[in-house]
């Protein structure tokens, strides 16, 4: 047992693919034959694709903005000692978050009556409320930018950091007593260390933000709709004509995903090899 | 200095002031722009919480049925993540991937398609079909969290008490049990979260027959009732940390006393 055992694929491993094989397939498959008739009519509806426009807009924005404000705080604070480093802990309030409340307390925040307005009042910075408005109603979703944003820099933090755990101290010591600059031991000594959990951090609130439902649920603008928002309703809400061109919608979405994380899973593959050589 | 300051203040301002907020806007009777603060505050929104009883069977299924994600999670994950971890698996890479997937590829694609046969063969709108589909969307997080616990753990503790005679429940029980129990906790506390915090699942497959706290508070953070929705949103938020919490004093009292005897 001490040694690893034999090459035969391990019985322990079927009943977990089993489950998450059967749930899959017969997740997609019935999609797939609905979608058959639909296919025509979905490049023909426009509809669909603004929707999945704005949704590659909105992940892309929010998974930017996140990984890159996770990054610059994980360096800004790394190497907190004592009760700072205690205080920084902070920044893991927003990972026992749900989702919900996040996108709730972008409401409370950003409406035009909201906690901001009133702040920036205070302050005299502000006279009128509705200047606000199209943060959360312009139609550029960025009610739901911010909440992702809010809720998922904390998830980059934690990789970065743990991956910045790993690292020896004395490597950025070692590199500015042989005349590095800032930017050149961030470039030589950080972005490499962090590079792999910045990689998996973005593919996976990537893939979270174009899809998920609850958040563009709450604080999405009507039009246009985030995918989940448009396959939940043209499935379930309008005609049955739609069915097939909402299948064939969501079966888009599924390979999308799948290939974005496959290719995801190359590259890592292919930068893990290059390391060992 | 000033840099530090202005750090600390970032972080404030953006980690802990919304979640402050969240707490004064439950107390608000009445807050209005431009108000910095609230003009009254008042326990009434609170008072509700326990004259409308009403809340206590959503909680109470709300736990129940993620619970129940977990269990089936644990179950499930247990004996793939020993498996990942120690045997030589061809292309163990990308199964470990395949495995992840549930997770990360939006879950409406394939819950869209699930539920339209499940609901044919009349198989929705049940407490158990909620745990197995939660289960199906979150079981990666335990898998994750159990595979690297047992990739720490290694294979030699198991096969020294293996020697010695104990058979493989003794082994899992007294050996691999206390020593993977973090790996454990961290991986099922996220489960535990994700379950009790979904909503779009639950209620697509609970079809608002099964009683669940996420679809009860929904309406309500939609509506203009902010200091309501703000009651209902904290206890959202604190209701998993209390359960957490409370689990890991009795396991820490129970595990104390095993050590004892």
Request: aromatic share 14%; proline share 6%; net charge positive.
């Given at each position: 047992m001490g040694a690893p055992r034999s090459?035969?694929?391990?019985?322990?491993l079927l009943?977990l693919?089993?489950?998450?094989?059967?749930?899959?397939l017969?997740?997609?498959?019935?999609?797939l034959?609905?979608?058959?008739?639909g296919?025509?009519e979905l490049?023909?509806?426009?509809r669909?694709?603004?929707?999945?426009?704005?949704s590659?807009?909105?992940?892309t924005?929010s998974?930017?903005?996140?990984t890159?404000?996770?990054l610059?705080?994980?360096l800004?604070?790394?190497?907190?000692?004592?009760?700072?480093?205690?205080?920084?802990?902070?920044?893991?309030?927003p990972?026992?978050?749900?989702?919900?409340?996040?996108?709730?307390?972008?409401?409370l925040i950003w409406?035009?009556?909201?906690?901001?307005?009133?702040?920036?009042?205070?302050?005299?910075?502000?006279?009128d409320?509705q200047?606000?408005?199209?943060?959360l109603?312009?139609?550029w979703?960025?009610?739901?930018?911010l909440?992702?944003?809010?809720?998922e820099t904390?998830?980059?933090m934690?990789?970065?950091l743990?991956?910045l755990?790993?690292?020896?101290?004395?490597?950025?010591?070692?590199?500015r007593?042989?005349?590095?600059?800032?930017?050149q031991?961030?470039?030589q000594?950080?972005?490499?260390?962090?590079?792999?959990?910045?990689?998996?951090?973005f593919i996976?609130?990537?893939?979270?933000?174009l899809?998920a439902?609850?958040?563009?649920?709450?604080?999405?603008?009507?039009?246009?709709?985030?995918?989940?928002?448009?396959l939940y309703?043209?499935l379930f809400?309008?005609d049955p004509?739609?069915?097939?061109?909402?299948l064939?919608?969501?079966?888009v979405?599924?390979?999308?995903?799948?290939?974005?994380?496959?290719?995801?899973?190359?590259a890592s593959k292919?930068?893990?090899?290059?390391?060992?050589? | 200095?000033i840099k530090?300051?202005l750090?600390?203040?970032?972080l404030?301002?953006?980690?802990?002031v919304?979640?402050g907020l969240?707490?004064?806007q439950?107390?608000?009777?009445?807050?209005?722009?431009p108000?910095?603060?609230?003009?009254?505050?008042?326990?009434?929104y609170?008072?509700?919480?326990?004259s409308?009883?009403n809340?206590?069977?959503?909680?109470?299924?709300s736990?129940?049925?993620?619970?129940g994600?977990?269990?089936l999670?644990?179950?499930?994950?247990?004996?793939?993540?020993a498996?990942?971890?120690?045997?030589?698996?061809?292309?163990?890479?990308?199964?470990?991937?395949?495995?992840l997937?549930?997770?990360v590829?939006?879950a409406?694609t394939?819950?869209?398609?699930?539920?339209y046969?499940?609901?044919?063969?009349?198989?929705?709108?049940t407490?158990?079909?909620?745990?197995?589909?939660?289960c199906f969307?979150?079981?990666?997080?335990?898998?994750?969290?159990?595979t690297?616990g047992?990739?720490l753990l290694?294979?030699?503790l198991?096969?020294a008490?293996?020697n010695?005679?104990?058979?493989p429940v003794r082994?899992?029980?007294?050996?691999?049990?206390p020593?993977?129990?973090?790996?454990i906790f961290s991986?099922?506390?996220?489960v535990?979260?994700?379950?009790?915090s979904?909503?779009f699942?639950?209620?697509?497959?609970?079809?608002?027959v099964?009683p669940?706290?996420?679809t009860v508070?929904v309406?309500?953070?939609?509506s203009?009732?902010?200091?309501?929705a703000s009651?209902?949103?904290?206890?959202?938020?604190l209701?998993?940390?209390?359960?957490f919490?409370?689990l890991?004093?009795?396991?820490?009292k129970?595990?104390?006393r095993?050590?004892?005897?």
């Open positions: 090459h035969r694929f391990p019985v322990a009943p693919l089993v489950f998450a094989g059967v749930l899959t017969a997740g997609i498959l019935p999609s034959v609905g979608s058959l008739e296919w025509g490049a023909a509806d426009p669909f694709l603004s929707s999945f426009a704005f590659l807009w909105v992940a924005v998974s930017l903005g996140a890159i404000a996770g610059l705080l994980s800004a604070i790394y190497n907190l000692k004592g009760a700072q480093r205690v205080f920084a802990q902070v920044y893991r309030i990972l026992i978050l749900p989702h919900l409340t996040v996108a709730f307390l972008t409401l409406t035009p009556s909201g906690f901001l307005a009133s702040g920036l009042h205070s302050l005299g910075l502000l006279d409320p200047i606000l408005g199209p943060v109603y312009s139609g979703g960025w009610g739901i930018i909440t992702y944003l809010l809720k904390p998830f980059i934690v990789l970065v743990a991956s755990g790993q690292m020896d101290s004395q490597l950025v010591l070692a590199a007593n042989l005349g590095a600059g800032r930017w031991i961030f470039r000594v950080f972005w490499p260390q962090c590079f792999g959990s910045l990689q998996t951090g996976i609130i990537f893939l979270y933000s899809g439902y609850e958040v563009p649920f709450l604080v999405g603008e009507s039009y246009p709709p985030m995918v989940s928002i448009q309703g043209s809400k309008q004509s739609q069915r097939a061109k909402a064939a919608f969501l079966i979405i599924f390979v999308f995903s799948l290939v974005f994380l496959y290719a995801y899973f190359r292919k930068a893990q090899n290059q390391e060992d050589t | 200095m530090k300051t750090l600390f203040g970032f404030a301002i953006v980690f802990v919304p979640v969240l707490g004064l439950s107390l608000a009777g009445s807050w209005s722009y108000d910095l603060l609230p003009s009254v505050l008042t326990m009434d609170w008072g509700r919480l326990v409308r009883n809340l206590l069977i959503p909680l109470l299924s736990f129940l049925y993620s619970l994600a977990v269990l999670s644990l179950v499930l994950t247990l004996p793939a993540a498996s990942l971890a120690r045997d030589r698996i061809p292309a163990r890479d990308l199964w470990e991937l395949l495995l997937t549930p997770a590829i939006p409406v394939t819950a869209l398609g699930n539920h046969w499940l609901s044919r063969l009349s198989l929705t709108d407490p158990g079909l909620i745990v197995v589909m939660l969307y979150s079981y990666p997080y335990l898998l994750r969290s159990l690297w047992y990739r290694g294979p030699e198991g096969a008490a293996r010695l005679g104990a058979g082994v899992f029980l007294q050996i691999e049990l020593l993977l129990w973090p790996a991986g099922s506390s996220i535990f979260l994700a379950a009790f979904d909503y699942l639950v209620s697509l497959f609970g079809g608002g099964v669940s706290f996420a508070i309406p309500a953070l939609a203009s009732q902010r200091s309501w009651v209902l949103a904290l206890v959202f938020l209701f998993p940390l209390i359960v919490a409370g890991d004093l009795v396991l820490n129970w595990q104390r095993r050590s004892l005897t």
